[in-house]
Every structure is written in C-alpha cells, then in structure tokens.
C-alpha cells in the first residue's frame, strides 16, 4: 500500500502531464507485476464494487473519534470527499504508526475483496484495525478503494503513455490492448507488456476513435470533397465483434452489452468471422431512427422479452470497418474501409445497416442539410477526412462532429430534492456536476426531463444511494450521467464552477456513461461565447 | 448581570465603558488593535493602541500622522472607566489578546491566535475571563496542525527536488507573518538564500530590525533581467499566482503554505503542485484546549466557522456560546 500510496500522491501533487507520466511509469518499472495489474485496473477507471455501505464506515469512525454525527456532516460537507474526510478525522485518535508495507495485491485480494462476504461485526473489526494501522495518506487510499470512489485524475491516455515507456511498445497496440475486460493479474500484466502479440482475447475491441466538437466554420476544413459527411447518430457509439463463431457488442463506455440486444446478435450470426464493425446501436422502424429515450428502454435489459423487443426495435447502424479476415485494417483509407464495409454488409436490413453518406455537394448545402438533423432524429453532422486511418481516442483532425445547437454536456447527478405539488413525494429537482480534476463541481440545477417511469426508478436509486441529508437534499452516490441541455452559457463569478447555464434541462439518461467520462469543466468553458 | 463589555456595533467591537473599539472597521476615536493584518488594522482611526512589537508593522500600513501609542504585555493601564491590558496571542509579531475588566467582569478579545511554537513572535498566554472572543477560522475537527519545524522539513525537501530538476519553488503564502516564520523554521535545515516577492521585503525587514532570525533573503526584483532562478526558493503572496511577473521563473514548481492546505481540493482547485499545511491560526484542539484554559463561562465566536464551535461548545463542552459578528476575516489565504 506504500508504493501505491506514494505513486498516488505523485499524481496528485503535480499539475503537469509529463510528472504524472514519469511517476507512473517509474511505478510500473518497480512494482511487482500482481500489484502493477492492480494499479492499471483503478488507474484505467476500474473500480471494486461498493464493499462497505458508507454508512457503516461512518459510524465507525464516529465511535473510533467519540465525535457527534452532526459534526462528521459538518466536516464532510466542507471536505466534499468522504474517504478523505473519514481519513483525516480519524487522524487524531491514533498514534502516527509506521509505513505498511503489505503489497497492493494482497490488500485487494486477500483483505479488502473478503469483506462482501462477512458479518458486519468481522468488517468493522477489520476496517477498524485497518485503519488503526495506516498511517494518514494510506488510511485515504485505502478508503477510496473501500468507497469504490478512486480517482486520482490521469487519463487512460496517460497510463497508456507510461506503459508504452516502460515496454516500448507504441501507444495504439497498448491502448488496444487494455480494452474489454481487464483481468488484474501477474499474467495480464506481464501479457500486457509483452513484445510479441499473445494469443489475443477475441472479445476485445478496439480503442473507439472519437470525433471533436467543430467549433470554426467547416469552411476551414478546407475543400468539400475532403471530407465524407454522415448524420451524428443519437443513439449508443458500439463495437460489433464477429470472432471465433462468438458474437460480442461492446458500447463505448466498455460496457459488454451481450444479451441485451439479440436481434443485433442474431443478425451479426450471418457475417463472416474475423470481423469488427464500429457503429450506432439505435432505436429503429421501418427507415426511421426513434428517440432516444426509446432506446432507454433497452438499455439496462437483460434477455428483453419478445414484447419490448416490438415496442423498442434496435438496430445496429455501421459506419466503419475496423477488422476483416481477421485482420486489423485500421491504417487503411476510410475509403478503403468504407467499401469493406460495403462487401461485407451490402446496405444492410433488418437488425444490421449501413450508414450512408450525406451528399451535399458544397458546404453551403450541407450547412441547411444539418439544418435538418432534427427533423431526420439525429444530432448534427459527422464529418470525417477522406484517407484517414482509424486513429485512437480524441485525436483532433480527421473527425469532427458538427451538432446542433442547442449545447449538451454529459453531466453527473450530485443532489436530488423532492419536486413540488403533484410530485412532493418524488425526488424531481437535480443539480448536476461536471469533473474538474478528480472532483465534481455543481454546474447546473435541473427539474426533471424524464418520463414518469424513469422517474419513479431514478426516485428508488436515490433512496437507496443516498450519501447524506441537509434537510431535503440529499446528495448521492456520483455515478448517474445525464446529458443536459441548456440555451446558453456565460462566465459567472457567483457560481463555484465559473460559469452559468441557462435553461438547463435534461435531455435523458445516459445510463450507457459511467460518471468518469462525464464532460470536464474545461469541455464545458470550451462552449464559452 | 452587567451588561456586555463589548458589544458588536457597525463601526466595530465597541467597549461603552472604557469608549473604545477594538479591530474597528470604521473610522474610530479611539481603536485597541490585536494585530497588523489587514482586516484588523485599518486605516482612518484618530489612536491606536497597540503592542510595542505591532508599531512598526502598524507604521508601516498607517498614514505618517497616525497616531501609535505602543502598549507593555501585562500591564494593565486605564481607558475611560475600564482597565484594559495586552497579553501575548501567537498569531504573528506583535500580535495580542485584549483584556478588559470593568467592576470585576474581565472579557478577553482574542484577535487571532494560535497555541503552537513560533520562533517569530511570543507564546500565547492563557488570560483567565468570564468572557472569551475566540476566532473560529479553522473550526472544524480535521484542521489539526504538525509541528511547522517537520512541515519546514517538508518545504526544504520539496525545494531542494525541484533544485535537482532544475526548477525554481515557488512557495505562495500570506505575506506578513507566515513567509516570517517559514524563514525562521527553515534555519534548521539550510542557510541558503531565499528570494522575495516586492510585497514581503519591508514586512521581513521589520521582523529583522526586530530581532527575529531567518534565512538571508534578497529581492526578486533586485535581481538582474534575465537572472536564472533554478533552484532558488521564492516566496510570495498568493495574489501573484498566475501574474506576468512568474514568467521569469520558468520552469518553476508551485506550492502553497496555508491552514486550508489540509484538505486536497482546496489545493486541486487553485492548482497548486504542492500544499503545505501551515497555519497561523489556532487548530480545532486548541480552540477547545483555550476555551477550557480561560476558564470562560460564555465565549463568543468570531469570524470562520462560527457555527460549528458555537453548536460544539453549547452541546458538547455545555460553554454558553454564541456567534459574533464581525467583519474580520480577510485572511482567507491565511
Ligand atoms: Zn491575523
């Protein structure tokens, strides 16, 4: 917990990128290779799954410090972090005890992962000695993994930086290598960083090439015929992998999505292995897409019946070709691809289709084409270079997508209050926050966009995720996304975040989002006039 | 029961009595002042009284025909019908409590205090009162300070890590007493030069004519154009984070000496490398620690988190207490 303790503090203390980097990779150079795998699964986002209720955590420091509850509150509501507020409380009662050297690995595996298992008498025993133990830093990393709150604030790009110095290796092989699932093993890590290509987990995507917002005039961009327009699709960004006669769906947020959306794997049985198609899982009827919240109703089903899969009909919607034969074709021209694409699937039918060009011969056209997206149930405009390869991550240049205004940020539910009249008995009034560094800052206020169904089940999360009450506000466990959308922004010193949305509402749940790829303060200052 | 010695009024704490106001934010006859920091010493009043250790620092931030009569620790003198009093409070040079007694009742204002070890100014004296105005700055129980000697330790590592990269500290920290007192506890550590931002070189000149021992410092400003400031410690005040003027520190690592260090996100959100937890103010122990020391049956609680000591003391220590209203509390980097 030392090391790991200490490389955290190094992420934390500096500001700089190339700090952060060099921290990690003199971690990952020393580190054995159980704790290493460890380390890449919360440094890439990965977290344990809520071990301890924080309740329980909170009464034991109480009765650890003697303090009242009223004061724990006080302290966390100013704090605005509770493993770190537990943390530092509990700072006094114990004497400053000597560094644990006790491997990450073990603390995961062997103590920490256990306690799902135990009576609540043997957990607080063990916390309790644990954080006895701990000298301070320690006890706070030791509660963020206990909390299931880690965060430390680098990006899957800058471990995959640091991975590439200690192996070599380039970026793009180890970013696609750390796709799908993650076992956290002395193997996967050696496997990791292995020069040679290993035998490769056929359910593993590829890393998602994401388009920029274009905030310039596409006349910038040069000549029309540069570049190939399509409509931005409002639906779920997914991988559809064909491998060893198995089918996987892998949606943005690498969340696996098998068993969700049988017609779409039903229709990917036909197509020949060695196959990878980057797309829009969509609601769909005959030609036309179905809003959004449509699809919604899918989302979080499992093995849906025969009568939601009627009413909420998915395709999925290809764009792009990423493997054919078996073969990675991500180097070659869109174009290239594009045509792939084309022999593989023809224009598609039923669950499985073919986006198609926008052909809007000048930019004039196809600025009063975007006009339109509303109406064609998409968001605005992709546009993407002819002779692109299919590159990694947010890489500006060869995508861009050109939304309609009105603005939307993804955004992370942080407090919920009953609604007024009608619905006083249901948590309708939200405020939201986006992540500035590893920390959430409210950037908007919004009364509820949501149907009522989705409301009476966002009501039931709330109840049952509730981290503390200050009177009729209750704050909540960070991890519901929400895309809002608001009329305008402007800079604000009163507000906290610096700036002030106006009119903002919610356009839906964005339950295919965890909450770390939520928008950033700065994603939103971007959209400053 | 007599009424209240001191009472809140708009042009500041005023004491009927003795016809005087103490830290008045107002234009006043007659102001008792703790302290030289901004929000307690200020401008316009007709006299000052003050300790013979706050005068310079206090000519310093007044107009030339001031008037500043300096004022002996413990020896109590007569102001109007009450006796007032200065006794020491720890908080920076010069800086006291004020005791009033009139007909037997003695209050205390404490200004701002601290209980911990500070080579720059004298120890605070525990007054024995009835009443006790307490500051309530970092009145929360997870503001608890180490001793500044290992944080002092801290800062030298940290400068001399950036010396070995080639990078200049900065350290950030409030201008009149903290960057004093760092200069004073790095002593045990190095005897290198230490450079100051303009603002600083007057208060550190002060502390020197008064005795008080710290690194050799020089000014930034002193310095030629183009001098390379790698591996040299530079101090400043928080404001000129982010200024034109840090430009010639280039590449430089920031940190910043502050009580509300303690706590990561006030760090992250200004954007600091390093935070140093150094506090001028007293911590939450030591707040309870002095209440129960005076002996005060009623405290009165000023400027911070007034609402948590005061719930504290009424429900847990059973003190009567009660916020105070003040306009103290410009040291918000403090
Ligand atoms: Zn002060």
Redesign the interface.
């Known amino acids: 917990m030392q090391r790991f303790t200490a490389l955290y503090q190094a992420l ?5 990128t190339s700090g952060k980097v060099a921290a990690m990779e003199a971690y990952f150079r020393e580190a054995p290779a159980a704790d290493a795998a460890w380390a890449v699964y919360f440094l890439t986002g990965r977290r344990l799954r809520r071990l301890v209720p924080t309740a329980e955590l909170r009464a034991w420091t109480l009765e650890a ?1 003697g ?2 509850a ?2 724990l509150e ?2 966390y509501a ?4 509770l493993a ?2 537990l943390a ?2 509990l ?2 009662p114990f004497a400053p005890p000597e560094q644990d050297a006790t491997p990450l690995h073990v603390w995961v595996e062997e103590r920490i992962q256990p306690l799902r298992g135990m009576a609540t008498e043997a957990r607080r025993d063990a916390v309790l000695g644990w954080w006895a133990a701990l000298p301070t830093p320690q006890r706070f990393v030791l509660n963020k993994l206990l909390t299931g709150a880690f965060r430390v ?1 680098v990006s899957r790009r800058l471990v995959v930086r640091a991975l590439a110095r200690v192996s070599g290796l380039e970026t793009a092989t180890l970013a696609h290598r750390l796709m799908g699932q993650w076992q956290p093993t002395p193997a996967a890590f050696e496997a990791l960083l292995d020069p040679e290509e290993q035998g490769e987990d056929r359910s593993r995507p590829y890393p998602f090439f994401l388009a920029s917002p274009l905030e310039a005039d596409p006349t910038a961009l040069g000549d029309r015929s540069d570049w190939i327009a399509e409509w931005k699709w409002d639906g779920i960004r997914g991988q559809l992998l064909r491998r060893g006669g198995e089918c996987f769906i892998w949606s943005r947020g690498e969340d696996m999505m098998a068993g969700r959306f049988p017609e779409i794997e039903a229709a990917a049985a036909d197509l020949p292995d060695g196959l990878v198609l980057d797309g829009e899982i969509l609601a769909w009827e005959d030609d036309t897409p179905l809003p959004f919240n449509v699809l919604q109703q899918r989302i979080g089903r499992l093995r849906p019946s025969a009568k939601i899969q009627r009413e909420a009909p998915v395709i999925f919607l290809a764009y792009d070709l990423l493997e054919a034969g078996g073969a990675d074709r991500r180097q070659e021209p869109l174009e290239a691809r594009r045509e792939l694409l084309r022999d593989v699937i023809g224009d598609g039918a039923g669950a499985l289709r073919r986006a198609q060009a926008l052909d809007a011969g000048d930019w004039v056209a196809l600025a009063s084409l975007r006009q339109t997206a509303r109406e064609e149930g998409t968001e605005g405009i992709m546009l993407k270079r002819r002779g692109s390869p299919y590159r990694v991550g947010r890489t500006r240049g060869d995508w861009w997508k050109w939304k309609l205004a009105p603005r939307t940020v993804d955004a992370v539910m942080l407090y919920a209050q009953p609604g007024h009249g009608r619905r006083s008995s249901l948590f309708t009034d939200y405020t939201f926050g986006v992540w ?4 959430l800052v409210p950037v908007a206020k919004a009364y509820s966009g949501l149907d009522d169904a989705e409301i009476q089940r966002l009501d039931r999360w709330i109840r049952s995720h509730t981290i503390e009450r200050f009177g009729p506000v209750r704050s909540v466990a960070p991890q519901q996304v929400f895309e809002l959308a608001f009329e305008g922004l402007a800079p604000s010193r009163r507000h906290k975040s610096g700036v002030a949305m106006r009119f903002p509402r919610i356009s839906r749940w964005r339950e295919d989002l965890a909450p770390g790829e939520a928008d950033t303060l700065d994603d939103v200052k971007a959209m400053l006039p | 029961m007599v009424a209240d010695l001191i009472r809140p009024t708009e042009r500041g704490l005023y004491c009927p009595p003795g016809d005087f106001y103490i830290d008045p934010w107002r234009p006043v006859e007659r102001a008792v002042i703790t302290h030289a920091h901004g929000d307690h010493a200020r401008w316009g009043h007709r006299i000052y009284y003050a300790s013979h250790a706050s005068r310079p620092l206090l000519e310093r931030r007044l107009s030339r025909d001031a008037l500043i009569l300096g004022c002996d620790f413990d020896k109590p003198f007569r102001l109007g019908d009450a006796w007032i009093s200065f006794h020491p409070a720890g908080h920076i040079l010069g800086s006291s409590q004020v005791r009033v007694e009139y007909r037997g009742c003695v209050w205390v204002a404490s200004g701002d205090y601290k209980r911990d070890v500070d080579p720059t100014c004298e120890p605070f004296q525990v007054v024995p009162c009835d009443t006790f105005i307490t500051e309530a700055t970092f009145a ?3 503001y ?1 300070w180490e001793p500044v000697a290992r944080v002092a330790g801290e800062i030298h590592q940290w400068w001399r890590a950036c010396a070995r990269a080639g990078q200049t500290a900065v350290l950030f920290c409030y201008a009149l007493g903290k960057a004093q007192r760092i200069l004073a506890e790095l002593l045990a550590y190095t005897r290198d030069t230490a450079y100051l931002h303009g603002a600083m070189v007057p208060l550190v000149d002060a502390y020197r004519d008064a005795g008080v021992a710290m690194l050799p410092t020089a000014s930034v400003s002193a310095m030629p154009r183009n001098h390379d400031f790698a591996g040299a410690l530079v101090l400043a005040p928080p404001s000129a984070a982010g200024s034109s003027w840090m430009r010639r520190f280039r590449p430089e690592s920031t940190g910043f000496a502050s009580g509300w260090m ?4 006030n760090r ?2 200004r ?4 935070g140093f937890v150094v506090s001028d103010h007293a911590d939450w ?1 030591a707040l309870l620690q002095t209440v129960r020391d005076t002996g005060a049956r009623r405290v009165l609680a000023t400027h911070g ?1 007034t ?2 000591l005061v ?2 003391l009424n ?2 220590e059973g003190v009567d207490a009660q916020p105070l209203v003040t306009d103290y509390g410009g040291e918000a980097d403090d």
């Open positions: 934390d203390e500096t500001t700089a410090t303090m009242p009223w004061l006080e302290t100013s704090v605005g972090d770190e507020t530092l409380l700072d006094q604030g500035d560094g590893d920390t | 929360l129980p997870i608890r303690r706590i990561r996100g992250r959100r954007g600091y490398d390093r122990p988190r609402d948590v719930r504290y429900e847990v």
